[in-house]
């Protein structure tokens, strides 16, 4: 993980380096030549430094957007930018119980899994569970259409947008659990995921069984497919 992390930081380090190892080796070179009055030899190999130095290529380490990954539980991920990428789709053989993790490793980076994106899930069959890790902030419209056989997902502390489409047509899905911590959300004592005032409902779980539903005072509005 520390060398995927310093790989994607080489590039401003080895600046940083340079514009100052250019100045130490003037000021060095010029020091030595008003007040030590060295020898021809050491002043031509202190100039020698000097000009290697200057000489050397400036140091680029880009990460293609196009990049993707699949991890073993047969989900895949896409790049975003050189530190973030997004869930973004699944294997055939995807696992029943997942995790999205906070980090990935895509070509010796380090990556944080930051979103899920638009039908990353869609028409998902096998996915029984989903546990969304803390560095997660997004959950795209359509994340988990049609999972017929989802029947429960975690959201962590750092979900702070879930887009109204995100869990549509999901008929098992039977708990949604929010982290305690987290300052959007929050699952109420009736199982369906509201805000953190509980004066909206997100969503209402699509495999709950009771025939009856009372609405909370607090409740001021109800999102489209809830």
Same mark, same amino acid.
């Given at each position: 993980?520390?060398?995927?992390?310093?790989?994607?930081?080489?590039?401003?380090? *080895?600046?940083?380096?340079?514009? /100052?190892?250019?100045?130490?080796?003037?000021?060095?070179?010029?020091?030595?030549?008003?007040?030590?009055?060295?020898? $021809?030899?050491?002043?031509?190999?202190?100039? +020698? /430094?000097?000009? !290697? #130095?200057?000489?050397? @290529?400036?140091?680029?380490?880009?990460? &293609?957007?196009?990049?993707?990954?699949?991890?073993?539980?047969?989900?895949?991920? &896409?790049?975003? +930018?050189?530190?973030?990428?997004?869930?973004?789709?699944?294997?055939?053989?995807?696992?029943?119980?997942?995790?999205? @993790?906070?980090?990935?490793?895509?070509?010796? %980076?380090?990556?944080?899994?930051?979103?899920? =994106?638009?039908?990353?899930?869609?028409? %998902? $069959?096998?996915?029984?569970?989903?546990? /969304?890790?803390?560095?997660?902030? =997004?959950?795209?419209?359509?994340? !988990?259409?049609? %999972?017929?056989?989802?029947?429960? #997902?975690?959201?962590? $502390?750092?979900?702070?947008?879930?887009?109204?489409?995100?869990?549509?047509?999901? @008929? =098992?899905?039977?708990?949604?659990?929010?982290?305690?911590?987290?300052?959007?959300?929050?699952?109420?004592?009736?199982?369906?995921? *509201?805000?953190?005032?509980?004066?909206?409902?997100?969503?209402? @779980?699509?495999?709950?069984?009771?025939?009856?539903?009372?609405?909370? /005072? =607090?409740?001021?509005?109800?999102?489209?497919?809830?």
């Amino acid at each position: 993980a520390k060398q995927g992390n310093d790989a994607r930081s080489v590039d401003k380090l *080895y600046l940083q380096c340079y514009n /100052l190892l250019c100045k130490i080796s003037l000021f060095v070179f010029f020091l030595f030549r008003r007040v030590f009055l060295v020898s $021809k030899k050491i002043l031509s190999a202190l100039l +020698s /430094l000097v000009i !290697f #130095i200057n000489l050397l @290529p400036i140091i680029e380490v880009k990460v &293609s957007a196009n990049e993707k990954a699949i991890d073993s539980q047969g989900v895949k991920y &896409s790049v975003l +930018s050189d530190l973030e990428v997004e869930v973004s789709g699944f294997t055939d053989g995807i696992s029943e119980h997942i995790t999205i @993790p906070e980090t990935i490793l895509i070509n010796g %980076c380090n990556y944080n899994v930051v979103r899920i =994106s638009d039908c990353a899930f869609g028409d %998902c $069959k096998n996915v029984r569970s989903v546990a /969304l890790s803390d560095s997660i902030r =997004s959950v795209y419209q359509y994340a !988990f259409y049609n %999972c017929e056989n989802l029947e429960m #997902i975690k959201i962590g $502390k750092s979900v702070s947008k879930i887009r109204s489409s995100a869990f549509w047509y999901c @008929p =098992s899905l039977k708990d949604i659990v929010v982290d305690e911590e987290n300052r959007w959300f929050k699952t109420g004592e009736d199982g369906v995921l *509201y805000n953190k005032n509980q004066t909206e409902i997100v969503k209402c @779980p699509g495999g709950k069984t009771e025939t009856k539903f009372e609405l909370k /005072l =607090s409740v001021r509005s109800i999102r489209p497919g809830a």
